[in-house]
């Protein structure tokens, strides 16, 4: 049996009971989910689409692909060729098996930050590979490494790495034989700072050798349910994963890929959804901050990194005694223990409810 670590959440039933018992109900600002409507331009094209009797291709239809390489070039400055597109059944299973899908196995090391999403450790350890978690990559010397996870902007923390370190991070990688694999999941969510990609040309000089880029429809477009994500990058990758992804029958529905291509086409209800977010987190973070929370990176993406100044399930524990679940920061590596997660994606009578009770 492959060693996995126990799933996080598990450990979190007994303070998620706890919340649940305030009479006025749980607030639960612990795991990033969608709570708003699928926009409803998706949902009729998905209907549309329904009929669909046939085996989809891995690949995906010439429309999505496209529909996500016009995406990346309006709203991201990436210019590439559709063929560089690979759908995904949603992004989390893709972090999990690419180093399987690449080959990594025993003796080789995967890399990821200090502070993660714990599935790029999990991917590592179903490879059979090494997971190493280290900010300290340029450090490392001349080892030859196959995969380094880079995640901007982050989960836990919302950091947002600067174009300037990217491009030394794509050298190091360069130089040391391995695949940069970036999760930019959260990209259109910048606030106080604006991500890039792995792809744009002031980090990468214009070539996506060795590059590989992550996304979600998930947060831009309430679509975690649909499961619609892709990679992109460099064309030798895409290729080399597209004949695995055939062979283990990792196919997006039709239905969803149809969907997927009006939901990237369309800003409108994108910039509808951030200002949401904008407003939630407008709301809870100085209500927060007014509780003894002291408010660190979270320059982008859903989620505020905090901490008190005590262990991390102490402020768990804390918070469940005023009906409000959060995620103690351990979940994403050691370097967490003093901290908490505090998605922002709950509805807006919710976060009114989890600001009344920090007062």
Known sequence: MIGLPDFPWDRLTPLKELAQSHPEG???????????????????ALADASDSPGYPLTYGTER????????????????????????????????????TLLGIGSGQRVIFPELAYPTYDVGARLAGAEPYATDGLLALGPERVPLVW????SNPTGKVLPAEHLRKVVSWAREHGAVVASDECYIELGWEERPVSILHPDVCGGSHEGLLAVHSLSKRSNLAGYRAGFVAGDPALIRRLLEVRKHAGMLMPAPVQAAMAVALDDDEHAEEQRARYAARRAALRPALEAA?????HSTAGLYLWASNGTDCWKQVRALADKGILVAPGDFYGEAGGGHIRIAVTASDERISAAVRRLQ
């Open 26 to 44: 749980i607030v639960d600002l612990s795991v990033g989910t969608p709570v708003d409507p699928v926009p409803a331009v998706v949902r009729q």
């Open 292 to 296: 003894g929370w002291e408010i660190e």
């Open 64 to 99: 999505l692909r496209s529909a996500a390489a016009g995406w990346l070039r309006r709203r991201h400055g990436v210019t590439l060729d559709q063929a560089d597109v690979l759908p995904l059944i949603g992004s989390k299973e893709f972090v999990a098996w690419l180093p």
């Open 150 to 153: 880079v995640n901007s902007p």
